[in-house]
């Protein structure tokens, strides 16, 4: 297993939409698992793909305090929703900036897991959230994107700066 590099935005590679998983081999596998150790160790709750640079459509999630409850979603897909949350985000790829989204309340995502099976789940709360979120990065949006153009501009500069205090 490796840790692998988390784009940091604004890298245009999170704007790349990512492709459906074609078929599940021990390739992709150990993609998932690379992916569920770069997430422990950001450490963070939710990984998609695209953030380190392999634009398929691939997510990993781990809500659990003691992250023995790894959710994997491969080629996922949002069958229904309803309800809405204004909840507050923050993300690895923009690390240290947190902000209100609003999306729905709770979800039923369709997917493929890792052995290639797909199964059908009905998400609510964080677990709504951070898939919605992720499923996001899929299709080359990061969550401040959902934000006013000034507040947009004033959080790029916020982290310019950043970077050049870090340079």
Same mark, same amino acid.
């Given at each position: 297993?490796?840790? @692998?590099?988390?784009?940091?935005?604004?890298?245009? /590679?999170?704007?790349?939409?990512?492709?459906? =998983? !074609?078929?599940?081999?021990?390739?992709?596998?150990? @993609?998932?698992?690379?992916?569920?150790?770069? *997430?422990?160790?950001? $450490?963070?709750?939710?990984? !998609?793909?695209?953030?380190? &640079?392999?634009?398929? /459509?691939?997510? =990993?999630? &781990? %809500?659990?305090?003691?992250?023995?409850?790894?959710?994997?979603?491969?080629? $996922?897909? %949002?069958?229904?929703?309803?309800?809405?949350? &204004?909840?507050?985000?923050? #993300? @690895?790829?923009?690390?240290?900036?947190?902000?209100?989204? +609003? /999306?729905?309340?709770? %979800?039923?995502?369709?997917?493929?897991? !890792? &052995?290639?099976?797909?199964?059908? +789940?009905?998400?609510?709360?964080?677990?709504? =959230? #951070?898939?919605?979120?992720? *499923?996001?990065?899929? =299709?080359?949006?990061?969550?401040?994107?959902?934000?006013?153009?000034?507040?947009?501009? /004033?959080?790029?500069?916020?982290?310019?700066?950043?970077?050049?205090?870090? *340079?």
């Amino acid at each position: 297993m490796a840790i @692998l590099k988390i784009l940091q935005y604004p890298d245009d /590679r999170l704007h790349t939409i990512a492709l459906p =998983v !074609a078929e599940v081999t021990d390739k992709t596998r150990a @993609l998932i698992e690379d992916m569920a150790e770069t *997430m422990y160790s950001a $450490p963070g709750i939710g990984l !998609a793909a695209t953030q380190v &640079d392999v634009h398929e /459509r691939i997510i =990993v999630i &781990d %809500i659990s305090e003691n992250h023995n409850r790894l959710l994997v979603l491969i080629n $996922p897909e %949002i069958t229904a929703s309803s309800g809405q949350a &204004d909840n507050e985000e923050g #993300c @690895l790829s923009i690390p240290g900036i947190y902000g209100k989204v +609003l /999306r729905a309340e709770t %979800i039923t995502v369709k997917a493929l897991d !890792a &052995d290639g099976k797909s199964f059908v +789940l009905d998400a609510e709360g964080l677990l709504a =959230v #951070c898939i919605q979120h992720e *499923m996001d990065h899929l =299709v080359g949006k990061v969550f401040v994107e959902y934000w006013s153009t000034l507040r947009q501009a /004033r959080t790029l500069a916020k982290l310019k700066k950043k970077q050049r205090r870090t *340079m």
